[in-house]
């Protein structure tokens, strides 16, 4: 069964499905127990932060997340 899909809002959020959460985001990361972010969420930083680090991942759950750095070996 298909789910209405929130788009882009103004917010830092990009995607949010209804009763799944948000499942991709840009912004400041957010903190280890932030809420609303759905296991797998991909989160892409556009803070000052290292040049080699840009995309997260929501390790955690919807009510607790973890993201954490997605690295690529070259």
Known sequence: M????????GTDNIIEIPGVGKVLCYGTVPADG????AP???FYSSSGN???TYLYVNKG??????????TLNS
């Open 2 to 9: 298909s789910h209405p899909l929130r788009k882009h809002d």
């Open 34 to 37: 932030a809420q609303g972010y």
């Open 40 to 42: 797998g969420c991909l």
């Open 50 to 52: 290292s040049v080699s």
């Open 61 to 70: 759950t919807l009510a607790s997340s973890q993201f954490g750095a997605i």
